[in-house]
């Protein structure tokens, strides 16, 4: 029938716009957590990207499903619907296995924050932009000193709530001055300092007999992957060739 046919392409194009407006929530959301978080945070986009992706798979086989079913090939349609139903029941335990096992996975980023751009654009409207250079140097005097006295990179899930807070300054000019001064995410930031402690006890011989992954999660990083790309991104080097090259 024209109807059903109408309504069922009418149902894929509305399924289609919205897996391209969760996809560019994502985009933002992963800005907003290099901008913002230093540790786990980043692992809730990871696996919210690949869940998003296991669902567009879904739905494209389910799209597929509905293109053999009004056509001469209509049998493969129940075919690929049998195998829908094992996919399904397959994601939904996977979903579940997450869930119980990193319930962290599931907390929503802070609502109020705000992407950098947007904050610079904002200001700029404003006309507020202006901070005197001796504000500037003395607030990031403020944040080194902080950073190397208290070592707040050791906590795998540090956020830029957490050092506002730590040197009392505002979370607005404090991602400012990270993001846009220094033009590093403060993902970058937080993992520079971890980085250069990781090389600082790679480099000690009485610590020779410590092991990459008690490292790394002594410097504040709560996965080897994570702290593989970022040691190779900082020297060139995988922790293991670095510790043979001294």
Known sequence: MVEIQFNHVLIHVQLIVYIIAVFMVLRKAKKLYLENCAGTSISSYNWLFQFTVVLTILYSVALLKNIFKFSDYFYISDWIKSGLLVLHLFVVCWYLFKALNNPGLFRSIDSRLKLVSDIVLEEKNNAQL?????????????LQQYMAEEKP??????TIQDVSKGIAIPVRDLSLLINHKLEQHFYDFINTYRIESAMD????????KVTVLEILYDVGFNSKSSFNTAF??????????????L
């Open 130 to 142: 202006a901070v005197s250079e001796k504000e500037y140097n003395e607030d990031l005097l403020k």
């Open 201 to 208: 006890i790679l480099k000690d011989v009485t610590k020779s």
């Open 153 to 158: 990179f050791l906590n795998p899930s540090l």
């Open 232 to 245: 190779k991104k900082h020297t060139g080097f995988t922790p293991t060739d670095y510790r043979k090259a």
